[in-house]
């Protein structure tokens, strides 16, 4: 895999894709699955945004077909909005790319669900989506789910007696659980769609340190983080780049089930798609397990087929 770039993606001809995300990595995500000839949903919650990433994709790729489809992973009612809406328009799905995130908000916030809102949209939001569209991904064609994690995952803990934060709240170390939920989810999903024959391929992969809105977004343009991604740029590779490790995980047949990708130089937060150190936490199958029990019961989300 060494130097994988995006022109080294399978065609995707015949396979669609649902990826969460309007920008930043989304954005780019979506157009290289769009140029291997995918068909591709691009799940939003704004309308606009979604319409400027559609434009954007065919000024780039004319004959791209890709649409957008209006979801809100921070409200468990949108989820089941889209995922009925999704099981009623087609039989099918090939590939899930669980990436849209929010980031170190200053102040706690709740969903309309009354999560924290890092941890309610980053992982409970896909969580729920991944059960919706389960039966969908069921019937494709050799179908993956890609959850997208952080190298804030290595500093992650699954606090289930702080699991929303109401006890105390420190953005950045809840951004950290909701990545490590993410990624133990993925682990998790594997070997329960193994062990009941499911047929999905689940991995999990990381972007390294990209120059996305995320941080603006979340914490703000004018806080520390916020000042450094702008006049410090430099430090952070382009968003084309950090999309590589998801893109593989999503399309290369070296990616392996239960698998986790990042960039392969200084300390994996830069450079080209390799196999990602496992933080020791994430490797815990009992806290998994546990993880989902409690996020299946929050969410009502229900992975068990007919």
Same mark, same amino acid.
């Given at each position: 895999?060494?130097?994988?770039?995006? !022109?080294?993606?399978?065609? $995707? $001809?015949?396979?669609?894709? #649902? #990826?969460?995300?309007?920008? @930043?990595?989304?954005?780019?995500?979506?157009?290289? =699955?769009? &140029?291997?000839? @995918?068909? #591709?949903?691009?799940?939003?919650?704004?309308?606009?945004?979604?319409? *400027?990433?559609?434009?954007?994709?065919? !000024?780039?790729?004319?004959?791209? *077909?890709?649409? %957008?489809? =209006?979801?809100?992973?921070?409200?468990?009612? /949108? #989820?089941? /909005?889209?995922?009925?809406? =999704?099981?009623?328009?087609?039989?099918?799905?090939?590939?899930l790319i669980n990436n849209a995130a929010v980031m170190t908000p200053p102040t706690r916030q709740v969903t309309p669900d009354g999560f924290e809102l890092q941890f309610g949209t980053n992982y409970l939001g896909h969580f729920s989506l991944t059960a919706e569209l389960l039966p969908l991904l069921r019937k494709g064609s050799a179908p993956r789910v890609v959850n997208?994690?952080?190298?804030?995952?290595?500093?992650?803990?699954?606090?289930?007696? *702080?699991? $929303?934060?109401?006890?105390?709240?420190k953005p950045m170390p809840i951004y950290s659980q909701s990545k490590l939920a993410n990624l133990m989810f993925a682990f998790e999903l594997q070997r329960r769609s193994s062990a009941a024959g499911w047929g999905i391929t689940?991995?999990?992969?990381?972007? @390294?340190?990209? &120059?996305?809105?995320?941080?603006? *977004?979340?914490? @703000?343009?004018?806080?520390?983080?916020?000042?450094? &991604?702008? %006049?410090?740029?430099?430090?952070?590779?382009?968003?084309? $780049?950090?999309a590589l490790p998801t893109l593989f995980a999503a399309t290369s047949p070296d990616a392996v089930p239960g698998g986790y990708y990042g960039p392969d130089k200084l300390g994996e937060t830069r450079g080209s798609p390799a196999v990602a150190r496992v933080p020791p936490q994430a490797d815990d199958d009992a806290v998994a397990s546990r993880l989902w029990d409690v996020s299946a019961r929050l969410t009502g989300a229900n992975f068990a087929l007919p």
């Open positions: 895999m060494s130097g994988w770039r995006a !022109s080294d993606i399978p065609s $995707q $001809q015949r396979r669609s894709a #649902v #990826v969460t995300g309007t920008g @930043g990595l989304g954005y780019e995500d979506a157009l290289a =699955l769009a &140029r291997a000839g @995918g068909e #591709v949903i691009i799940a939003g919650r704004n309308p606009a945004k979604g319409a *400027n990433a559609i434009a954007r994709i065919r !000024s780039r790729q004319p004959n791209a *077909n890709v649409r %957008f489809a =209006l979801l809100d992973l921070a409200d468990i009612r /949108s #989820v089941r /909005s889209f995922g009925s809406r =999704l099981r009623a328009e087609r039989d099918s799905l090939d590939l997208v994690s952080s190298v804030a995952a290595r500093a992650g803990a699954i606090d289930f007696e *702080n699991l $929303q934060a109401e006890r105390s709240y689940s991995v999990a992969a990381h972007p @390294g340190v990209s &120059r996305t809105e995320l941080i603006p *977004n979340g914490a @703000g343009r004018i806080s520390l983080a916020g000042l450094v &991604r702008t %006049f410090l740029w430099f430090l952070f590779q382009p968003p084309a $780049q950090g």
